[in-house]
């Protein structure tokens, strides 16, 4: 059953030419002609990426103290927690975030397993003593795994602090004499491993179940401390720099996440420790209310009163008046209102009245949607 | 009831050919505002063919050589005139109320495309290969894990970023940019706020 609804269609107000294909092709002619000429002038933002190799090759120490803090577990991705591991050698997480005990990270468990010990520094070592017969090597690794864990601390302990003294000559790191067990051993063939450029492809045969793929997980988690928090400093990319908002380059950036990284420039964001987690769930609400502006009393009304449509429809306006269209209209006091919570203008719309701004019926409406009306 | 009766009614009753392809429109669209949609569609068009292109060939032919890297230019300087167009529509649909009087549904579809788009340029920027992924790949993990999408999403994960950004998103892009289209011409331009009744 059709409500007698009054109904604002379209297709009652004066018509005039229109060519809809003609506009569209005119603007896509006109963005190609930008887009062609800005990528023929200006190119896009590239920066090589980063690799292991070239950080063992230019900053060994880095590279050493990386791998160490993998071994022993003062490293961020060690001790992260879920989703890649529970923390180093049953101490807790230090990486999962929280808001008053809601802390969705830890739903999934491990999905992406992380050992950082075994799959930075012992596998690809071990893969390495093999695939060179080095026995030294393989017996080094098989010393330290044998060990008891304090005795394992105690060479790692050794060993970062020497590392705080260490010189790289000739690209080789050059250490103070100490008690360092295997682990100087192994540290010198993780320096030689990255140099060759192999500990990359160890790495990345983890991340893919053995068969070169796309997943560069821990690849690029070896480099994701330290090494690459230097590298983006420099280039002003770090987060309390506005980090991913501009590019590295002088190249407009992704300027559209402005309103989420506006976030960690301003506490609580940029100091809590759920600072991300706390982002992202700002940015959902904010997304939400963008998604139901349409019904959100208050801010369904802005538009209706500032004037900015007056400037964006002037033309219609100015029609209006030159025609004396209101002052002659019917509904000239509902319309004050919303048009269709007038209740005098149904009533009057069922006598056959008709707004002033609508054109005359003379003809009748090309299609039966005039009768339908749609209610949200 | 018969569905395919039902449908066929109500897509012949609602979107009719003059409906689709007008050739009038009401005279108080008059305005370049309405532009913008349009502008915001004829890049998508641009983004979606040199992304098509770049795909086809594979990521070495647009990281390393002189052609490769011209298209990923287009596809980078569209992807600007894109957002650049996308939220000016979006604002001058906000000045102009257009979820009025039944488009509400068209308002909600253009938002999520919004945010659709959002997290399809970020996947493409962890596409590029470069230092600029590397770095966001490892910044934005906590962000995602930290949200609880580390059950679903690897950012680490090339493979997984990669498909997402090149089928997945753009297959609902192009359907929900489809159905925004529909939309509007189904419901008809939304008419301007009522005149100042002068007395
Ligand atoms: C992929 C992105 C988008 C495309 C390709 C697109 C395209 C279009 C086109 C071609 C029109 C008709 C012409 C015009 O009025 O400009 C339109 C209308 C409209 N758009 Fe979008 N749009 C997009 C995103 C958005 C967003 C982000 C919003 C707001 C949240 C939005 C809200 C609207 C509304 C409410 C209308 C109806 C206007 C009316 O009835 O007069 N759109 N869109």
């Given at each position: 059953m059709k409500k007698a609804h009054f109904s604002r269609d379209t297709l009652r107000f004066p018509q005039k030419d229109f060519d809809m294909v003609k506009e569209g092709t005119i603007s896509l002619g006109i963005v190609a002609v930008v887009v062609l000429g800005l990528a023929a002038a200006f190119g896009a933002?590239?920066?090589?990426?980063?690799?292991?190799?070239?950080?063992?090759?230019?900053?060994?120490?880095?590279?050493?103290?990386?791998a160490m803090g993998d071994l022993d577990g003062t490293g961020a991705m060690a001790q992260y927690g879920p989703p890649y591991n529970n923390g180093f050698h049953g101490q807790p997480p230090q990486s999962t975030q929280s808001i008053a005990g809601f802390s969705p990270e830890t739903w999934w468990g491990t999905p992406y397993p992380l050992n950082t010990a075994q799959d930075d520094v012992l596998q690809p070592l071990t893969m390495l003593a093999k695939a060179s017969n080095n026995a030294n090597l393989l017996s080094a690794v098989q010393q330290y795994e044998a060990a008891p864990f304090s005795q394992q601390m105690k060479w790692d302990q050794n060993m970062e602090k020497a590392l705080t003294k260490a010189t790289a000559q000739g690209g080789q790191l050059v250490l103070p004499t100490g008690d360092y067990g295997p682990v100087s051993t192994l540290i010198s063939a993780e320096v030689s491993l990255g140099q060759s450029g192999l500990f990359s492809g160890a790495l990345n045969r983890e991340t893919n179940q053995g068969v070169y793929r796309y997943n560069v997980q821990n690849d690029l988690l070896f480099l994701q401390g330290a090494t690459l928090h230097k590298i983006a400093g420099q280039l002003n990319m770090k987060g309390e720099q506005w980090g991913i908002n501009h590019d590295e380059q002088a190249y407009p950036g992704p300027w559209w996440l402005t309103p989420y990284t506006f976030l960690y420039q301003i506490p609580p964001w940029s100091v809590s420790s759920a600072g991300d987690e706390m982002a992202a769930y700002t940015v959902a609400i904010l997304f939400l209310l963008l998604i139901l502006v349409p019904f959100i009393p208050g801010l369904n009304k802005v538009s209706r009163i500032l004037p900015v449509h007056r400037l964006i429809w002037r033309d219609w306006y100015k029609h209006l008046e030159q025609t004396g269209a209101c002052s002659t209209c019917p509904f000239k006091e509902g319309c004050a209102k919303e048009f269709r919570d007038a209740t005098a203008a149904v009533a009057a719309s069922q006598n056959g009245e008709v707004p002033g701004c609508y054109r005359p019926l003379s003809h009748p409406l090309p299609s039966p949607t005039t009768v339908a009306s749609h209610t949200v | 009831?018969?569905?395919?009766?039902?449908?066929?009614?109500?897509?012949?009753?609602?979107?009719?050919?003059?409906?689709?392809?007008?050739?009038e429109q009401p005279v108080y669209v008059s305005s370049l505002v309405y532009s913008l949609g349009v502008l915001t569609l004829s890049s998508f068009v641009i983004v979606v063919a040199s992304g098509v292109i770049m795909?086809?060939?594979?990521?070495?032919?647009?990281?390393?050589?002189?052609?490769?890297?011209?298209?990923?230019?287009?596809?980078?300087?569209?992807?600007?005139?894109?957002?650049?167009?996308?939220?000016?529509?979006?604002?001058?649909?906000?000045?102009?109320?257009?979820?009025?009087?039944?488009?509400?549904?068209?308002?909600?579809?253009?938002?999520?495309?919004?945010?659709?788009?959002?997290?399809?340029?970020?996947?493409?920027?962890?596409?590029?290969?470069?230092?600029?992924?590397?770095?966001n790949q490892v910044q934005s993990k906590d962000a995602f894990n930290g949200a609880g999408v580390d059950g679903f999403l690897n950012v680490l994960n090339n493979g997984q970023i990669y498909g997402i950004h090149i089928a997945v998103l753009p297959l609902i892009l192009l359907l929900f940019v489809g159905w925004h289209v529909l939309e509007v011409r189904r419901k008809g331009v939304v008419p301007p706020y009522q005149a100042k009744v002068s007395k």
């Open positions: 933002p590239y920066r090589p990426a980063i690799t292991n190799q070239q950080i063992a090759q230019s900053n060994p120490v880095l590279f050493a103290q990386t | 009831m018969n569905w395919t009766r039902a449908l066929r009614t109500k897509a012949s009753e609602q979107l009719t050919w003059d409906d689709l392809l007008p050739s795909a086809s060939k594979g990521a070495l032919w647009y990281q390393t050589s002189s052609l490769g890297d011209f298209f990923r230019s287009i596809h980078f300087w569209s992807v600007q005139a894109f957002f650049f167009a996308m939220t000016m529509h979006l604002v001058a649909q906000f000045f102009m109320g257009g979820w009025r009087e039944g488009r509400a549904f068209t308002w909600i579809l253009g938002a999520l495309l919004f945010g659709l788009s959002v997290v399809e340029a970020f996947t493409g920027y962890l596409s590029r290969g470069d230092f600029f992924s590397q770095w």
